[in-house]
């Protein structure tokens, strides 16, 4: 068990992403397809233009913000299928606000509107955590009921709008430059993409998101809980409060997340036919890194190059999207079968083969 369990967490990562990669070239090959020239279009599509590496960063953004969420409430031992939900108030409540304040200063109104976002999504994470820490009401179910009251009651919200901010019946009206995120630096250097002040925004958060973990009573607290709630109360914590607090934390940080798709990348809210995937992806970067920030990082930026180098695939090497997608879902697949990969690199090295108990006596005795 040691001797699995010895392998570090990168390696593990590093080897799930090689074998998703591998599934996606065997089906291009089942399929008809060169996997050398799929991939190639892959990165190219990435990577072959300013604007298109903009929208890279773009697409990592909310995806960094949302692994960082889970990662909080997963330090605390929850595990928050509600990041959607949250996105999606964080979305609503800043978009529909500096809606109804374009006229303003957007000296003040941005950074409101911005604060509301996160606190829409921290009172949406904060609910569930509530009922965990005070009725032990599973986190699983009352996250996902959220999300459902939360599409449905935001999609009822966008259609009782006054007509004069509806440009259509299930959409509002676009908002200019001047009254989103974006920035006209960023826009002019990658070329007219939607990369927007978001991106800084989050790296900025991902480094206080880290120190707070790290370097604070706080995040002490809440990997203590996560680790051991029994042995964290005897210690004097409240693994109450400190459950709260991360779920809060957690949805704050989604909440964040859908600030910035709302006024960086849509300009506008429309109604939604799902949760926005953002929350499930951010999910999915989480698990990938393991537990490191720097993780986190790189595996937004995988997931954002496998989903907008995607898109280019099929034009440049007749290869469909679809591909993309079995490969990230073979990713986490791996990810969660981690175990499965330790068990093999030890088969592998050698060192784990198990001995017959009888031979090993016979052994010792003649020893």
């Known amino acids: ?10 390696l593990i990562s590093g080897l799930a992403v090689f074998l998703g990669l591998l599934v996606g070239a065997v089906i291009m090959l089942i399929s008809g397809f060169n996997p050398i020239t799929g991939y190639v279009s892959l990165i190219q599509s990435a990577f072959g233009s300013s604007l298109n590496i903009g929208e890279v960063l773009r697409g990592m953004t909310p995806l960094m913000l949302t692994a960082a969420g889970f990662l909080v409430a997963q330090s605390a031992g929850f595990f928050n299928i509600g990041l959607p939900g949250q996105v999606w ?25 911005i604060i509301l976002g996160i606190l829409g999504g921290a009172v949406t994470g904060a609910i569930p955590g509530w009922l965990r820490a005070r009725f032990g009401a599973s986190e699983v179910i009352t996250t996902i ?3 459902y009251v939360t599409l449905y009651g935001g999609n009822a919200i966008i259609n009782g709008l006054p007509k004069k901010m509806l ?10 430059q001047a009254d989103s995120l974006r920035w006209g630096v ?6 007219g993409s939607r990369l927007n002040i978001g991106f800084i925004l989050a790296l900025i958060v991902l480094a206080l998101i880290w120190f707070m973990m790290k370097k604070t009573t ?6 203590a809980v996560g680790l051991n709630k029994d042995a964290a109360r005897y210690a004097g914590m409240s693994d109450r409060r400190a459950a709260i607090l991360a779920m809060t934390i957690s949805g704050g940080l989604a909440g964040l997340a859908g600030v910035t798709e709302g006024l960086g990348t849509y ?14 992806d951010g999910m999915a970067v989480a ?3 393991s537990g490191s920030f720097i993780g986190i990082i790189l595996s937004a930026l995988l997931f954002s190059v496998l989903s907008v180098g995607g898109l280019g695939m099929p034009l440049a090497s007749g290869v469909p999207t679809e591909i993309v997608s079995v490969v990230t879902a073979v990713i986490i697949f791996f990810v969660g079968a981690n175990y499965l990969i330790r068990w093999s690199l030890v088969k592998i090295d050698g060192d784990g083969k198990t001995k017959s108990p009888k031979l090993t006596k016979t052994a010792e005795k003649e020893a």
């Open 89 to 113: 108030v964080g979305w609503l409540v800043s978009t529909i606000f500096v809606l109804v304040n374009q006229h303003a200063s957007m000296l003040w109104v941005m950074p409101v509107a």
């Open 218 to 223: 706080l995040g002490f607290e809440i990997r």
């Open 1 to 10: 068990m040691n001797k699995i369990n010895s392998y570090s967490t990168g």
């Open 287 to 289: 698990l990938l890194a």
């Open 267 to 280: 300009l506008n809210v429309f109604v939604q036919a799902g949760a926005p995937q953002v929350g499930f």
């Open 167 to 176: 440009s259509t019946t299930d959409m509002t009206t676009t908002l200019s």
């Open 145 to 147: 009921m959220l999300n």
């Open 186 to 191: 960023l826009t002019h250097l990658t070329n």
